[in-house]
């Protein structure tokens, strides 16, 4: 996996190949005007990510912002990782339906979609995804994914 040192979204996109920009800035764009407030875009790991700060959720088991999505440039694809989406969720039910309602079979892992193209992706199912997990949803879900009682 690519990993950038960039300390800022701006920067990391500043680095990118104009081509790579483009992509990457066009999946980033459906991403922020699909979020919903109280996360927070910045640089994580080496990549574009939004994240719930540590000021509103402290309590994660790295000690780290919890993660909701991230965005990347690798080698010779892209990556999107949409940590509200786990196998088998009715959420990524929605997204491979939605790709193959737009002729595409989604190259997914659990949580990550490979891409070459931004229209290889069914963004608009994507956006709808991401603005249907508020914070205090995605709080509610990690804690139950970890046992964590209210």
Known sequence: ??????????????????????????????????????????????????????????????????GFAALAAQKNSYSLYLMAVDGGSEGERQLREAAAALGRKLDMGKCCIRFKQPDHLPLQAIGALIASVPVEAYIAQYEAARGIAR
């Not at 190949?17 to 640089?43: C, K, S």
């Not at 990510?49 to 919890?66: A, G």
């Open 1 to 66: 996996m690519v990993s950038s040192a960039a300390k800022t979204v701006d920067a990391y996109l500043a680095e990118l190949p104009p081509e790579r920009r483009a992509v990457v800035a066009t999946v980033r764009d459906v991403v922020n005007a699909h979020l919903p407030p109280g996360y927070e875009e910045t640089m994580t790991w080496g990549m574009i990510s939004w994240e719930i700060p540590l000021s509103r959720y402290p309590v994660t088991y790295n000690k780290q912002p919890l």
